[in-house]
């Protein structure tokens, strides 16, 4: 997985608690970016990062935040989970545009 | 926003057989594409990208095909085995951002 590890893999939680995962590189690319994966839509950018403290909004924002502190590190906060939020969450990182994404394992989250 | 999309959600090929997978786009702006396969469980893993310059790449089994002037994709697998069963995402990068389509299931018939 290109030297990118996701944490939890899985987790279990109910509606209205917070929620964070972390994604990890040992690569030094630049940009990082996390999807969610839904039956029926494919990938969807969720945020992405092209720099430390750089971030911006991608297709499906609302309800997420993220921070990015140092190069290896991108957290994506979830304030108060809803059950629209049960999904697979994607973590991608890119040394720039057109330039191949490789992605993370993934996380699994459900929101009871 | 404009969207990757698949022509066929499913397809089955016998081992040994040549396998295409076709994709159409509808953003111009698109300068940059890549097929990415992804296995149950996993994460989706890179496999050939081309850029909007080219209308041709080959990588070991594996050739994309860009034609710009109907906005269409394709990847074709050579000589397919099991391990290809997987689903095919293509996706088209515009302004730092790469757009995803909803993929297609290839079955391996041994």
């Known amino acids: 997985d290109a030297g990118i590890t996701q944490s939890p893999r899985h987790k279990v939680t109910e509606t209205g608690t917070p929620v964070t995962l972390r994604c990890h590189q040992t690569?030094?690319?630049?940009?990082m970016y996390w999807y969610r994966q839904d039956p029926g839509h494919g990938l969807r950018l969720i945020h992405y990062?092209?720099?430390?403290?750089?971030?911006d909004k991608g297709e499906v924002s609302d309800g997420y935040s993220v921070s990015r502190s140092k190069t290896e590190d991108f957290l994506l906060t979830l304030e108060s989970a809803t059950s629209s939020q049960t999904s697979v969450y994607f973590c991608?990182?890119?040394?720039?545009?057109?330039?191949?994404?490789?992605f993370g394992p993934g996380t699994r989250l459900t929101v009871l | 926003g404009e969207s990757v999309g698949l022509h066929l959600p499913t397809l089955s090929v016998q081992e040994g057989d040549n396998s295409i997978i076709n994709c159409a786009y509808s953003?111009?702006?698109?300068?940059?594409f890549i097929w990415y396969k992804q296995e149950s469980g996993k994460g989706p893993q890179f496999i050939i990208d081309?850029?909007?310059?080219?209308d041709k790449r080959q990588g070991q089994r594996v050739t994309v095909l860009l034609n710009k002037t109907v906005k269409h994709l394709s990847l074709q697998i050579a000589a397919t085995q099991p391990g290809d069963s997987a689903v095919y995402f293509c996706?088209?990068?515009?302004?730092?951002?790469?757009?995803f389509g909803t993929g297609t299931r290839l079955t391996i018939i041994p």
């Open positions: 991608a990182i890119s040394e720039g545009t057109n330039n191949e994404q490789f």
């Open positions: 081309i850029r909007s310059n080219m």
């Open positions: 990062s092209y720099g430390v403290k750089d971030t």
């Open positions: 996706a088209e990068e515009v302004n730092e951002k790469l757009t």
């Open positions: 953003n111009s702006a698109s300068d940059y």
């Open positions: 690569e030094n690319h630049r940009y």
